[in-house]
Nanobody
Framework: QVQLVESGGGLVQAGGSLRLSCAAS????????MGWYRQVPGKERESVAV???????NYADSVKGRFTISRDNAKITVYLQMNSLKPEDTAVYYC?????????WGQGTQVAVSS
């Protein structure tokens, strides 16, 4: 089993910044990718940013230039630096890690951006 513990969510004013962290532990032998998704009530969960084992990254168009995903391999931790936050970034953010083809999810952390 793999456990993911997220932290860093909260309430921030538009234009502000937050940094999310997600620490993975458990039976992790080979990581395919680590990433962040987000979900608002009534909508499907959407991909925000992903970082693959080779270091390549992908971002949703809506966050390009504002969000940066990074990782610490020694700590098996993935980060999401969110700058220039907008009210439309308000959502529950979920960390995901896929190892040996199996995806695991964190419990989610709330990000709220006030206008």
């Amino acid at each position: 089993q793999v456990q993911l513990v997220e932290s860093g969510g909260g309430l921030v004013q538009a234009g502000g910044s937050l940094r999310l962290s997600c620490a993975a532990s458990g039976s992790i032998f080979s990581i395919d990718y680590m990433g962040w998704y987000r979900q608002v009530p009534g909508k499907e969960r959407e991909s925000v940013a992903v970082i693959r084992s080779g270091g390549s990254t992908n971002y949703a168009d809506s966050v390009k230039g504002r969000f940066t995903i990074s990782r610490d391999n020694a700590k098996i931790t993935v980060y999401l630096q969110m700058n220039s936050l907008k009210p439309e970034d308000t959502a529950v953010y979920y960390c995901t890690v896929r190892t040996l083809g199996v995806p695991y999810w964190g419990q989610g952390t709330q990000v709220a951006v006030s206008s």
